[in-house]
């Protein structure tokens, strides 16, 4: 199947299965903004919490607040969102599309990459054993002809990032002949700047002063909390701040279900240390990022470093995580060296001193900081993504069948266990009750007695529950249930009270946490 197709599947399925719905539906929805069901709260829930607890509970020196989203106009002018958070954005005449210059051109790069790649796959597999890359790469024509391509728009794009320069955008996607993707055309308009930021009113009086943002992302309200937080925590550096919340941003392009929206969740964490150590720790959440990441059992390859090649304002070092998407690698988090941007810039714009002093060396300075922010509905859609499998299956020892199951990691899976009576009679929902009433303490359960038992285990499959147990007439003598496993489909006869044991391990947030 091809990928784009995947791709709209898992989307009718979030829909279907209550996990994500269209923000304001009955009125047709609202551009890029998406509502969390019953199903999708709850695993979202799930990755804030696993996130939450490695930062602020398994590191002592590290610690959460939750900072308002209205905020003083003048810390986005101290942060430099008013005159720097600007995406160049250019329209088609003849489809009235409005896109991204910066992403036309990267993915017309991505084109010439592919080609070369397909190029050298096609000579390793005709040359077997015997292929050397490197030499097919530094002398085969048409691979030289398109690295020449790729390397010259290359480094243009980057000088015309690097001196926000809109012209030399536009002339770099006239020359390389991009064309609209929906009108096939090259009837481009100029490249414009375009702020992102959402502004509204404070209070009644509709004047400039009273102009505020949504806050385009999370840092700032950390940053603007520094001293609060290291006076009344008596925090020692290196130490970090973390919070988790909303941050708003119109986006010129969004078209990709929660990859891109313009209400969004990240989970940002701000590192303080001493100037001069930024390298060090750079490297350490780099890694230790990625180890989160990898944790989860998703499979390692679908993981990569990106490194910037042009750098934030703010930034003198930066890299992302991405993970293979159904329609290929895209960013799910940034780790950004930030230097001492932003406290600086604080300090000047509110005539505060904000500085640390060390009582070691009884200096004082602005602390440099190194940043982990991570899109909390990105990560949501690596699960999901990761998790939906079409497969054929011996139902009951009949012929294959197919279902859709979300392999969910058990540790983060909405519903853990399904409590579900065979039949509606002879006391069994009675007694599934009384089940369910001793485990819902310990694991999120989620009673279902109608239509029959494989319906039942097929609706549970759809929304990724590790584990099902029925109850029947043997339960009532026997206090035994059957245990049935989501991912092998095998099934087990076990007492209740062991079922904490079964489960306990391969839900448990705690395990997970502690193979970090
Ligand atoms: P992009 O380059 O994709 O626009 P970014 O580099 O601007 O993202 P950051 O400012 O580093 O993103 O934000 C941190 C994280 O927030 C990103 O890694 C991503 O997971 C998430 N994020 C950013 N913008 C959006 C959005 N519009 N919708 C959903 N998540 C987003």
Known sequence: MIQ???FKKIIAHCKEYGF??????????LGAVYDYGQNGAELKNNIRRYWWDSMVRLNENIVGIDSAIFMHPRIWEASGHVSAFNDPLIDNRDSKKRYRADQLIEEHLEK??????????KARQKFGEAFDEQKFRTTHPR????????????KRYITALEKENLKDLHQIILDTGIVCPVSGSKNWTDVRKFNLMFSTQLGSVSDDANTIYLRPETAQ???????????TGRMKIPFGIAQAGKAFRNEIVARQFILRMREFEQMGMQFFIKPGTETE???YWKEKRMRWHKALGMGDHKYRYHDHDKLAHYANAACDIEFEFPIGFKEVEGIHSRTNFDLGNHEKFSGKKIQYFDQDTNESYTPYVIETSIGLDRMFFTIISNSYTEEKVDWEGSA????????????????????????????LPAKAREIMDRMKFDFNCQ???????GKRYRRQDAIGTPFCITIDHQTLEDDTVTIRYRDTLKQDRAAVEKLPEIMGDKVSLQKLLKSL
């Open 20 to 29: 994500i719905f269209p923000s304001s539906e009955i009125y047709d929805g």
């Open 281 to 283: 720790w750079y490297n």
């Open 447 to 453: 009673y279902e007695e109608k239509d029959s038992i």
């Open 143 to 154: 691979v030289l002809e398109n690295q020449k391509k790729y390397d010259d728009t290359k």
């Open 400 to 427: 294959k069948e197919e279902r859709v199951v979300l392999k969910i990691p058990p540790a983060l899976a909405p519903v853990q266990l399904a409590v579900l009576p065979l039949t509606r009679k002879d006391g």
């Open 4 to 6: 784009e197709d995947i």
């Open 221 to 231: 309200g950390i940053f603007v909390n520094f001293l609060n937080v290291q006076k």
């Open 112 to 121: 010439i990459e592919d080609k070369i790649q397909k190029e050298v796959e």
